[in-house]
């Protein structure tokens, strides 16, 4: 399949993961904020004068979802380039596999292992002169571990016609843990502390919420766009059989 309609299929499922993501923002994850945001008003004190928002919040849920929807558009074409590029790689026999192979991985590297060592916080927690110091820990965790991808796929190259596959399978997901866990030892934590009335079901319920949503997306970008290549893929077979 050429690029550019590869291209336009990775649009579209990025319009559908976005839509998905959006959807999932408004039904689960807006309001476990809404509560975090009562915390934070109740932490102000009844006695202070509150300001109106410059912005209700419905306009803002409304720009997210907005938001959502663009970001899924240019996740899609980003996704399109990665698979475009690992295809021959990924260790499926039909596009349909090769996408969720791909989606799979960009989950766990991109969404899971952050979240996992330095996840998401409700309204009301972080302070504002550590955002540099967050963010240089987050974009670390994902550099490291899509290095730690790259050193599984090296060792599962020099590792394959030496030893069986099921060995071979097996010495690559332990690289891959052991990864993991020396990332999650060794790079620094998150220097922000939880306040003492933010509710751990509060915290837990945010942070869950947080990760469905990006789940979603990625789900719905491999699901779409290997049906949709995979689908293009099976009508071209057909029709160069039916021309032989």
Known sequence: MEFPALLKRGATAGAAGGFSAALVMWLVVEPVIRRALAVEEARSG???????????????????????????????????VAFARLRSRLPASTELGRSLVLAAIGFGVLTLLPALHIPA???????????????????????????????????????????????RVSLDVLVGALWVIALLMFVPESP?????????????????????????????????????????????????????
């Open 46 to 80: 009844a006695h202070h004068h509150q300001e109106e928002p410059l912005v209700s919040r419905t306009v803002q849920v409304w720009g997210g979802a907005v938001t959502a929807l663009v970001v899924g558009v240019i996740f899609g074409v980003v996704f399109t």
């Open 121 to 167: 916080n409700p309204p009301g927690i972080g302070e504002p002169a550590t955002v540099n110091q967050r963010a240089l820990i987050y974009v670390l965790t994902i550099l490291l571990g899509l290095l730690g991808v790259g050193a599984v796929l090296a060792a599962d190259r020099f590792l394959r016609g030496v030893m069986t596959d099921p060995v």
């Open 192 to 244: 922000d502390k939880v306040p003492a009335d933010v509710p751990a079901d509060l915290l837990w319920e945010f942070r869950l919420a947080s990760l469905v949503q990006l789940a979603a997306m990625w789900l719905v970008v491999g699901v779409v766009f290997g049906l949709l290549v995979d689908g293009r893929s099976r009508r071209t077979r057909r029709v160069a059989r039916s021309t032989a």
